[in-house]
C-alpha cells in the first residue's frame, strides 16, 4: 500500500510486483538470493533497480526497511495498523488463490476444445461463421481447433466440400484442420463443441388464391425433427467427447414469420435433453436466440439514439420461433448522448433503459413490430451475417471465456428447474448470467409483474403444444394448473400486450397452424395483413 502512495505521488517512481504464491515462496527466495548474492530473507523482498542505466540492483531488505526507506528519502509513512495489514494479506491471497483456479479451469477449457462439428454446413451462416473461426486469433498452437463439416442433406454434400476448398486457400491461422464427411459418425468422434444449424426444414407452402398456405402441417413437421434430432443426440451421447457441448441455434432467420424457414428451437433442445439426459448435463445442451436478441437491441437502440452494443442486458423469454417476450425491464444503456437528456460517466457507468423510452406503448406496440416486419423477407445473406455474428460471439464467451464486461445477462434456451411457473424439465428461453469459465445459471431475482407473467405462461403454454406431439402430459397438468386464469378488471392504465397476435405482434410473436393449434392463413406480403384467431 505505501508502494503503490509513492507511485501516485511521485513521478519518476514505478512500482512492479511479483506475486509468488506461499508453496513457491522458498524455491523463489532461494533462487533470487542465490542469483544476487543475498541472504534467504521471509517475504517481502523489496530491491531497488536503476532502469534504463545498467546500474546494479539494491537490496533494500524486509517491509519494515522498506518502511524506514520511504520514510528516510520521500518522507512518507505507512498509515495503516499490523491488524489492517494482515487483513489486506488475508484478502489478496484469497483473491489470488481464485485468479489462480481461474486460469487453471480456462486453460483446461482450452486444452479440452480441439473439435467443432458444424451440423448443416452447407448454410449461409455456416459459411460466415466458418471464416469467422479460421480468422480468430489464438495465443498458442494447442488453442487452435479442427472443424469437421457435415452436411444437413447428402444432396449439399458438394456445397461442403467446396466450403471446405475455400477455407484450406484462404490459409487462416485460427484452424489446425478442415474436414467433411458424410458419416455423422466420424462428424462427432471425440467432438468437444457441436453447433446444429437448421437440418430439417418445413416444405415449402403453396399458395392458394393470393394466399399461402403449409403443404405441412406443424405436426407433422415437428415429429420429422423430432425422429431425426433424438437419432442425433444418441449419436452424440455415444460418439462425442464426454464433455461434449451442443449448441442448437437453427435457421439463420430465427423469426422472420416466415414459418416454412424458421426452426423450433426449444422442440429441438428438448428432443436432445431427453435423447441425452443420461450422459451429457442438460446445461450442456442450450439454444441461441442471440439473433433476435441483436434484432430487439437493434429496434431498442434505434428508439434511443444509440449504437446496438450501446445496449445489454435484454431478455428474451419464451417459445423462440413461435412466441416469445421481449423484456427490456432489466436493459441498461452506455454511452447515452441523447439531445435532451444526455448523461455520461466512465466506461462501466450505464442508465436503465425502461425509463428512457417514454411511451412504451409505442415502443411494443409499433417499433418492435415494424422491426419485425422489416426483417420479415430479408435476403439470406443479410440474416445470415447477423445470425454468424451471433453464434460466433457465443462461442468466444462459452468455449475461450472472452465476455463483455457491460454484459451480465444474456438469453438461453435450456431446461427449466421449476423457476417463473416453467414446468421443471422444459426447454424455454430464461435470462442467465455467465462466467469466464463458461458456466451459467438462470437468473432467480428478476421481478415479474402479473402482466408480463401472463404473457409468459402464453409463451410456456404454446411451447407445450409444440411438446405435445410427442409427451401431451406436460400440457395437460399446465392447463390444469394455470387455466381457466380469472379475468382481471379492466383498467385504463396499459398493460403489455397479450401473445395471441400474429400478425401485428407487440412483445410476443405466434405462428398460427394448423392441428395442433388455430389455423388461419398466413398473407402474402402485398397483401393487407389479418389478424389470426385468439
Known amino acids: 500500500m505505501l508502494g503503490d502512495k509513492m507511485q501516485r ?3 519518476d517512481f514505478f512500482l512492479t510486483k511479483v506475486v509468488i504464491p506461499p508453496n513457491e515462496w522458498d524455491e523463489y527466495s532461494e ?32 517491509a519494515r526497511d522498506f518502511q524506514e526507506y520511504a520514510n528516510t528519502y520521500y518522507a512518507m509513512l505507512s498509515r495503516l495498523s499490523s491488524h489492517k495489514l494482515l487483513q489486506i494479506s488475508i484478502d489478496n491471497q484469497r483473491y489470488t488463490d481464485e485468479a489462480i483456479a481461474a486460469r487453471s479451469i480456462k486453460q483446461v477449457m482450452l486444452n479440452t476444445w480441439r473439435k467443432i462439428a458444424i451440423i448443416g454446413a452447407e448454410s449461409p451462416t455456416a459459411v460466415r461463421l466458418a471464416m469467422l473461426l479460421a480468422m480468430m486469433q489464438h495465443s498458442s498452437k494447442a488453442q487452435k481447433v479442427k472443424l469437421h463439416l457435415f452436411p444437413g442433406s447428402f444432396v449439399h454434400s458438394d456445397a461442403v466440400v467446396r466450403l471446405k476448398e475455400i477455407l484450406d486457400d484462404s490459409a487462416c491461422i485460427g484452424l489446425q484442420a478442415v474436414e467433411t464427411s458424410v458419416n455423422l459418425t466420424e462428424a462427432l468422434e471425440n467432438a468437444s463443441l ?5 437440418v430439417i426444414p418445413r416444405e415449402h407452402p403453396i399458395c392458394v ?3 399461402l398456405k403449409h403443404s405441412e402441417a406443424r405436426s407433422e413437421w415437428l415429429d420429422r425433427r423430432f425422429h431425426y434430432f433424438y437419432r442425433l443426440g444418441e449419436c452424440i451421447r455415444q460418439y462425442a467427447d464426454q464433455n461434449v457441448r451442443v449448441l442448437v441455434v437453427g435457421s439463420e432467420q430465427t423469426f ?14 428438448q428432443t436432445l435433453h431427453m435423447a441425452c439426459k443420461e450422459n451429457i448435463p442438460l446445461n450442456n445442451i442450450v439454444g441461441l436466440p442471440r439473433a433476435l436478441e441483436y434484432s430487439m437491441k437493434s429496434a431498442l437502440a434505434r428508439r434511443l439514439g444509440v449504437r446496438r452494443c450501446d445496449i445489454v442486458d435484454l431478455i428474451i423469454w419464451g417459445n423462440i420461433d413461435n412466441v416469445f417476450l ?25 442508465l436503465a433503459a425502461e425509463p428512457l423510452v417514454f411511451d412504451l406503448r409505442e415502443l411494443y406496440e409499433r417499433i418492435i413490430p ?10 439470406t445473406n443479410t440474416a445470415a451475417m447477423r445470425h454468424a455474428s451471433a453464434i460466433f460471439s457465443f462461442i468466444k464467451q462459452w468455449q475461450f471465456g472472452y465476455k463483455d464486461p457491460n454484459e451480465t445477462i444474456t438469453s438461453l434456451v435450456l431446461s427449466s428447474t421449476g423457476h417463473y411457473s416453467v414446468p421443471a424439465g422444459l426447454a424455454f428461453s430464461f435470462p442467465v448470467t455467465t462466467s469466464p ?27 407445450l403444444k409444440d411438446w405435445s406431439v410427442v409427451d401431451p402430459s406436460m400440457l395437460t397438468e399446465f392447463r390444469k394448473e394455470v387455466f381457466p386464469v380469472q379475468s382481471a378488471p379492466k383498467s385504463e392504465a396499459w398493460n403489455y400486450p397479450s401473445a395471441t397476435t400474429a400478425v401485428n405482434p407487440a412483445i410476443s410473436v405466434e405462428s398460427v397452424d394448423q392441428e395442433k393449434r388455430e389455423f388461419n392463413a398466413v398473407p402474402v406480403p402485398q397483401k393487407t395483413p389479418k389478424k389470426a384467431l385468439a
Not at 422472420?256 to 433442445?269: K, Y
Not at 419485425?372 to 435476403?379: A, C, K, T, V
Not at 451459467?440 to 415479474?448: A, G, L, M, P, S
Open 370 to 379: 415494424e422491426k419485425l416486419e422489416r426483417s420479415r423477407w430479408p435476403g
Open 256 to 269: 422472420e414469420g416466415a414459418v416454412t424457414i424458421s426452426s423450433p428451437l426449444n422442440f429441438d433442445v
Open 194 to 198: 457441436v453447433v446444429i444449424l437448421d
Open 9 to 11: 505521488s511521485l513521478p
Open 209 to 211: 388464391d393470393g394466399t
Open 31 to 62: 533462487r533470487i538470493a542465490r542469483e544476487r548474492g543475498w541472504s534467504k530473507m521471509p517475504s517481502p523482498i523489496v530491491w531497488r533497480e536503476l532502469v534504463d542505466t545498467g546500474g546494479r540492483v539494491t537490496l533494500i531488505g524486509d
Open 326 to 350: 421481449v423484456d427490456i425491464s432489466q436493459a441498461r444503456v452506455h454511452r447515452r448522448h441523447g439531445a435532451v437528456d444526455s448523461e455520461t460517466g466512465p466506461a462501466w457507468f450505464s
Open 437 to 463: 469459465m463458461g458456466c451459467f445459471e438462470i437468473c432467480q431475482d428478476i421481478t415479474v409483474e402479473s402482466s408480463k407473467m401472463k404473457v409468459i405462461e402464453n409463451c410456456i403454454l404454446d411451447t
